[in-house]
């Protein structure tokens, strides 16, 4: 089973990291990082770079697309070669799935018209602009064979829930005990919903996201 | 505030990228991935590679260190480069931090005699023969400067608690927030307390740390 992670330059690096922490771990997986031009693309504040060791057109044709999102994202779906790869790599996956703001991505490229998704907390309303039926309310969002997750931390979820899909729940379990992942966050605002207001109007207003008024 | 982030090949990826994203995004941090010899260092299967910028020697005083684990946890413990860097580094932090099994070098180092500490649930006992007094039912476990942290994604909650320490606690209530994380593990078997034993068993015996009986 091939599962391709996309690359670009300024990507959050936990959205791919997540993902490929869960989805290798699955027996018969084989890993790869993809991307326009490949070598090391720097991640969103540009401390670390993340290595794709494979052009796009090498990989045409993986089982799952992960696309992870981060402020690049925007200049990734000005890239023709991105956009192409991801219309063609979806025709032929099983699963085609994205972390974060990469659900811009997959707008971009047309494939969430009409579809449930969901994004960054900050970004369902450019998603919705993108023909998608943007969802608020959900971590992570199934439709056919499409996966999209919430900001950043949900591509772990994503990751394990799409283990259950592809390898079966005891397969899954067993990656979550394995990677300890018992989460006790330190506080309780992790979404909208929990969080007080100022403290999201405060994250909204310095997002690129947000519009003047 | 300077934070490095020790990497080796064969290192654990989520590891090192969950406490990268939660700490970058404190006002003031300047993030920087160190090795004993910069460039690209293979992440534990293989199929991606994260790029130390800089060398050990160019690094010698970061305010934070953070040490993730991975297979390559026993390979990094021989070189003394690295030893003598944390040995080092440790004299002169404000905090020294690690995650699953990077304990173990801080152990290697000398770092944790006497002290309580914690690791990937499969490496407590290597961890105790480093000198440390190690706990098992803590996903999060201070002594005094010396931060550590259970397997793999528990990383990012110590990171969630050293930005609380570190930048205040609304600040680390933002970055989650902009993480979004607020976790739902599909599956209830993250710890050894929660998981069935069988399932603990199959991957012990698989672990590097495994006995021969």
Known sequence: MQIAVLLFDKLNALDAVGPYEVLRAMPGAGMCFVAADPGPKRTECG?????????????????????????????????????????????????????????????????????????????????????ADAVSDERVVFDGKIVTAAGVSAGID????????????????????????DPQPPHDTGSTAKAPPALAEQIRAASRFARAT
């Open 47 to 131: 401390a670390l770079s993340l290595v794709a060791d494979h052009a796009l057109h090498a990989v045409p044709r993986p089982d799952v697309v992960v696309v992870p999102g981060g402020s690049g994202e925007l200049d990734a779906r000005a890239d023709g070669r991105v956009i192409e790869w991801l219309q063609r790599a979806h025709e032929a996956s099983q699963w085609t799935t994205s972390v974060c703001t990469g659900s811009l991505l997959l707008g971009a490229a047309g494939l969430l018209r009409g579809k449930r998704a969901t994004s960054h907390w900050t970004a369902l309303d450019a998603l919705r602009e993108l023909g």
């Open 158 to 181: 994503m990751a394990l829930m799409l283990a259950t899909e592809l390898a079966g729940a005891e397969v899954a379990q067993a990656i979550q005990l394995d990677l300890e992942y």
